[in-house]
């Protein structure tokens, strides 16, 4: 995980006397947490946040104080509390588009053996919102709160080509800083999601993350001031072969998003049972 900047002249700005910085960083220290991590320590926490350390003493104090916390003092360390865990699941179970979503998602999950996801963007990074398997062992095995990178996922890129140009190029601008290679892969990746979405309607994925997984995405615009997100179907190559992808699976997922969208629009849409017709072909819509 990147750290972030300290400031060039030493301080943090974590003085309790500009409250809003003192929320960024707290913050921070939440956000250093991923869905791998049971516990931290101080010391993660420091290296993850770039943080001074009587900062991150002190945050972590308030933040146990208030519940977003949990401290164990016989191991020294800190778990996400039960007030930051209650926050995530009410955005969760209020969101329409994770509830009227799931059922098409697990439909396809079934029909294809692979994982299918719903996302939108933290940083440089999708975090899962809802998550759908089939009963295949040898699905991806990410949850609601996994982090795949923005860059190489069909998740990610799904997501960036669907932005109009003003949202999309900070966004486009801030990875290729972040990446090793100064973002040349990255930009081919994007060209390439960029004709697809065109020319397709939904971004692949062959390779880009994973060299054994394969992928396709499409992006989703809510109409009821929802963020934006993107849907993925995701598997390994064996389960989800390149022409799969594009002859099936892709059109399958532009056909979830007409739904969505004729759902929220207050339409009868689709059952989930006219995803797709029996030739793997996009069923009619209702």
Known sequence: MRKRSKSTDGADGGSSGNPAASLTRGLDILRAFTPDDATLGNQELIERTGLAGATVSRLTSTLVGLGYLHYDAALGRYSIGAATISLGYSALSSNPIIHMARPLMQELADWTGAAVALGTRDGLDMVYLANCRSMSPVTLQLNVGSRVPIARTAMGLAYLSGLDAEKREPIVAAVKRAETDGGERFAANLARAMADRADLGFVTGFGS??????????????????????????????????????????????????????????????????IAGGDGQPGPRG
Not at 224 to 233: E, Q
Not at 255 to 268: H, S
Request: aromatic share 4%; glycine share 16%.
């Open 209 to 274: 993350w994973h060299s054994y997984i394969n992928a396709v995405g499409v992006t989703f615009h809510p109409t009821d001031g929802s963020p934006v997100v993107a849907l993925t179907c995701g598997g390994i190559v064996d389960i989800l072969p390149a022409e799969k992808c594009r002859k099936a699976v892709g059109p399958r997922l532009v056909a979830i998003v007409d739904q969505l969208r004729d759902r929220l629009a207050g339409g009868p849409g689709a059952g989930a049972s006219g």
